[in-house]
Each structure stands twice: as structure tokens, then as C-alpha cells.
T-cell receptor, first 116, second 109 residues
């Protein structure tokens, strides 16, 4: 199974600022995803991080607000830009292999973001 | 898109059995996952079903019926540490996961 290191684990940020969250995997993975979990809710997919090309965003999420990088097959970053209190959430990195025999998705420990 | 339904909460007694149902409607299907999430923590993988039938893993079992768009997670011999949220998630054709709202299970002594 993949081991995912996500940092920071938590942060408290001022509104209007930006925070970059890093996700490092101990092996090369095909698929990397970023999710948001707002207080008391389930996980919502933000985007798929594509290696070497622009991320694919889900409805309701845009690149200007959540720029994503994926320079190689083991690393990705998510930036939460121009933050407001509504962005207070847990942000989770997830990886998957994309092969039928290994479709389990693994999650990082999450980044708990509070915007004040 | 995906439409995934599961009960909001369930309560059971220590040592008992609880069954959490999940129904889904999806365009493209690459399997159904169950995750456990304790408060303040990331989800952890419990089970994966892609073919019809029952998968058993110790105290946890998961069942899938693709024709009915239905799955359940069975928790046996409940322990206090099983109190958590249980998330049903469906993988679409491109392996992206869509999550249900989660079922909060409370185990009472």
C-alpha cells in the first residue's frame, strides 16, 4: 500500500492569504486527487492532479482558487488562494493506481485549515 | 453523475451486529469502497467490491449487488472503538471516487 505524507497537518490562516498543501507519496502512482471535507460533511472531489499537465477540476472548483501542481508521479501541491472563512475545511490528498486489480484509494492524513 | 445514499446515523450495543446500507446510481462503475473515519482523522480503507457477492474481512463484511445498485457493510461483534463515520464511495469509469454523506455509528456499552 502507498504511504502518503501530507503537510502541513493543520494551519490557521488570515483571510485573504494563500496556503499551499503538499502531498508526497512513497511510490509512483498514476492518479492523485484532492478532496475537501467541510465540517460535518462527506468528502467532495476538488480535482484530479495530472502529471505534466493542468489539473482537471470538478464542477464548482476553479484553477484560480485552487491551483494544483504535479511535477512528477510522487508529488503534488494544492494551493487555497485568497482564503475566506468558508474555506475552513479538511483537505485530503488521495492516490490511486488506476489498474483494475489495484483500485484501492489511499488518503493522506489531511490538512485541517481554519481561516480567521 | 453519482447519487449515493446511506443512513445518517445508527446506534448499536457493544457485541451486536450492525448493517449499513448504501444505494447508488452511477454512470460507469469501477467498484464500491467502504471507508471508516474517526472524528478529526482521515478516512481509512475497509473494503472494496467490484463483483457481486460478499467479501469478508474479520469482523467486517461487505456485500455488493450491481444490478440493484446496492451494497451493505456488516460490522460484527461491535466494539466501542467501532464508533465512527462509515463512508460508502463509488469509483466511476476514471477511478474518481464519489462519496456518500456517511453513516455515524455509535456503539453503546
Amino acid at each position: 500500500s502507498a504511504v502518503i505524507s501530507q503537510k502541513p497537518s493543520r494551519d490557521i490562516c488570515q483571510r485573504g492569504t494563500s496556503l499551499t498543501i503538499q502531498c508526497q507519496v512513497d511510490s509512483q502512482v498514476t492518479m492523485m486527487f484532492w478532496y475537501r471535507q467541510q465540517p460535518g460533511q462527506s468528502l467532495t472531489l476538488i480535482a484530479t492532479a495530472n502529471q505534466g499537465s493542468e489539473a482537471t477540476y470538478e464542477s464548482g472548483f476553479v484553477i484560480d482558487k485552487f491551483p494544483i501542481s504535479r511535477p512528477n508521479l510522487t508529488f503534488s501541491t494544492l494551493t487555497v488562494s485568497n482564503m475566506s472563512p468558508e474555506d475552513s475545511s479538511i483537505y485530503l490528498c488521495s492516490v490511486g493506481d488506476g489498474r483494475a486489480e489495484n483500485t484501492e484509494a489511499f488518503f493522506g492524513q489531511g490538512t485541517r485549515l481554519t481561516v480567521v | 453523475g453519482q447519487n449515493i445514499d446511506q443512513p445518517t446515523e445508527m446506534t448499536a450495543t457493544e457485541g451486536a451486529i450492525v448493517q449499513i446500507n448504501c444505494t447508488y446510481q452511477t454512470s460507469g462503475f469501477n467498484g464500491l469502497f467502504w471507508y471508516q473515519q474517526h472524528a478529526g482523522e482521515a478516512p481509512t480503507f475497509l473494503s472494496y467490491n467490484v463483483l457481486d457477492g460478499l467479501e469478508e474481512k474479520g469482523r467486517f463484511s461487505s456485500f455488493l449487488s450491481r444490478s440493484k445498485g446496492y451494497s451493505y457493510l456488516l460490522l460484527k461483534e461491535l466494539q466501542m472503538k467501532d464508533s465512527a463515520s462509515y463512508l460508502c464511495a463509488v469509483a466511476s469509469g476514471d477511478y474518481k471516487l464519489s462519496f456518500g454523506a456517511g453513516t455515524t455509528v455509535t456503539v453503546r456499552a
